[in-house]
């Protein structure tokens, strides 16, 4: 079984973001890293040792592949994912960013009818310019805007996104 990470690209505390990756996690394990301790990214702080970036680069280096979980704000993805992108491909180490040559899959979640169709086009075009091999498989989880849970269509639209992993 390949060693999958889950980045998730919400703050919020009940994020339906978080709670589809936990779902992917339940059918196709792997690790669930989730964005509040990285900071805003600084050439000056890229100089430190930020152990958060440390923490994620390496969890990102271990894996084989990484799953991008990102709400659509403003037509595009999270600005904590944008910021996390932006340490994960800046060179270290041995000079190679982190993300280069991984393979990837990106999907998400949100309140509204057609969940975060246009995020992924944005997060594709950025991972797939940026070295990564982003896989073609889709998965968009329109949720209660109530609840926040989703329906058993849905559920299995999950179960089989986790199966291609």
Known sequence: MSKILYIVGSLTKNSINKKI??????????????????????????????PAVAELREKVLEA??????????????????????????????????AIIGKKAAICGGSTSFFGPVRMRKDLFTLLSLLGMNVSSAELYVSADKITKEWDEATSKRIKKFAAAL
């Not at 936990?22 to 100089?47: H, M, R, V, W, Y």
């Open 21 to 50: 990756a936990e779902e992917l996690q339940k059918n196709a394990g792997g690790e669930i890293f989730t964005l509040e301790n990285i900071p805003l990214f600084s050439e000056d702080l890229e100089k430190e040792n930020v």
């Open 64 to 97: 084989d592949r990484i799953v991008f979980v990102s709400p659509e704000y403003n037509y595009t993805f999270s600005g904590v994912m944008k910021n996390t992108i932006d340490w994960l491909s800046r060179p270290y180490g041995d000079n190679k960013p």
